[in-house]
């Protein structure tokens, strides 16, 4: 008898569950019933029968956890913060002047924790906050500016000028900028993006780093493409004893404080994902620094879930390399062996793949 239930959480139409979103979502959080040992229930409708473990499509607010009857990292894949605009990548950058405007709850502490861990960069709440912001950057050279609640690389801006940011805000509500605000810091061209995190199901626990690549969609838009990792059996301490390169070292660090500094927001959380840039600004300057975190199932969840499974049923194995790629086109196919979350044709983004690869080493490289 199954010890309990695995149920998606996501309040989505009915389309994004027939797409390779929704249904990648479901067959991720039905792989963490079959680890778990649970009956995989589907979508949540609100009745609870015994052990309920959830896997939200969004970073859970407390409030909400609460509702729901989550009581801490063990009873969901993701994570639970105090305030919606811990949510996203706001929090990441601290504000331009000690008078910026800002949401309630907002952490000065946490952004002089982690200011060693990111690029230089502002988030603003108001549209003269903003213009300052910009001000100050362009001394480095062109800004990126990010509307925070946007995802796989969507929404993303890069301004050259002042007048840039009066036509990015001209979209954009005095309401929704004052509750969601905009990201912006020093552009880096040409990025590398690496991700680096840490998951734990049960009794296990596992620490990755890797690269993550975008792709073009059939439209040709710039889109992610997937991640590869190179996971640990362990958490943070396991992970930095890795020997890597100094770049791959330095992203690992400063995900790390990152997530070190997050106490200051009361995050708990079961999955702790940061995509860490390094390139060079328009000074010449290499630059590294978080850019985003993500508290939920994302992109590389589907190489994250297949490793723990490898770990799991075989005790020896200390590292796994596992990769999770979408690709898009008519001539998109999975190679053997690989773990096919998606293939055919998507009512939203036409022809396309998602696929997962996963394979164990018995010793460490250390």
Known sequence: MARGTVVVHAARPPQFWRCHEGVTLCGVAESIARFKGFDFGGRWEGRRSGAVF???????????????GVRGAQDLFGGIVPHAFVQTKIISHGLVTPGAERPEGWSEHFNRRSRASVLPGYSAFGRRDAAEAVRRLLAIGPVRAKLPRAAGAREQFALSSLADVDSL?????????????????????????FSVGQVTLDALTIAYHGEQWLGHDNAGRSVYGGSALTCVRGGWDALEHLEVEPAVRLAIRQARIYDEATE?????????????????????????GVFEASWRLGGASPAEVAAMH???ESPAVDVVQASTVEAYGVDAVPPPGAIV??????????????????????????
Request: without cysteine; aromatic residues 8%; glycine residues 8%.
């Open 264 to 288: 200051d927001y009361g995050l708990v959380a079961s999955r702790r994902n940061y995509d860490v840039g390094q390139g060079t600004d328009a000074l010449g300057h290499w630059r590294s």
């Open 169 to 193: 805000l001209a979209a954009v509500t005095d309401r929704d900028l004052s509750r969601d605000g905009v990201v912006f810091e020093t552009n880096l061209e040409p990025v590398t993006t």
């Open 310 to 312: 490898l770990f799991a």
């Open 341 to 366: 979350h998606f293939h055919g044709e998507d009512e939203l983004d036409g022809p396309m793949v998602r696929y997962t690869l996963a394979t164990g080493a018995l010793e460490r490289v250390a």
């Open 54 to 68: 959830f896997v939200p499509d969004e970073t859970l607010l407390r409030a909400d956890a609460e509702a729901l």
